[in-house]
């Protein structure tokens, strides 16, 4: 079992930053996948990012490259999600999720544990 807590979530205007934080624990060795996944009001969850727990790789979707950036503290047993330059279509519930195993995972069913989610929003 692996638990996962968020936080750093808020109210922010457009432009502005913010970083979401993910506290793993329970059994947090071996090869495995932390991920940031989203979901808006009326919308599917969908993928934002990724990070191999050893290693340097990382995924990040198409929609937010350039502006968000994975990273982990393996010390810390922390996935972090920095957040630049938001917009408004970035408004949603941010979810921390951890999946067993090698490879990256673009679909929430992929994905093994999640965390309860933070809120973030992006006033225009």
């Known amino acids: 079992q692996v638990q996962l807590v968020e936080s750093g979530g808020g109210l922010v205007q457009a432009g502005g930053s913010l970083t979401l934080s993910c506290a793993a624990s329970?059994?947090?060795?071996?090869?495995?996948?932390m991920g940031w996944f989203r979901q808006a009001p009326g919308k599917e969850r969908e993928f934002v990012a990724a990070?191999?727990?050893?290693?340097?790789?990382?995924a990040v979707a198409d929609i937010v490259k350039g502006r968000f950036t994975i990273s982990r503290d393996n010390v810390k047993n922390t996935v972090y999600l920095r957040m630049n330059t938001l917009k408004p279509e970035d408004t949603a519930v941010y979810y921390c999720?951890?999946?067993?195993?090698?490879?990256?995972?673009?679909?929430?069913?992929?994905?093994?544990?999640w965390g309860q989610g933070t809120q973030v929003t992006v006033s225009s």
């Open positions: 329970g059994r947090t060795y071996g090869s495995y996948t």
């Open positions: 990070m191999a727990w050893s290693g340097t790789r990382t």
């Open positions: 999720a951890a999946r067993l195993g090698s490879g990256f995972g673009y679909r929430a069913d992929d994905y093994d544990y």
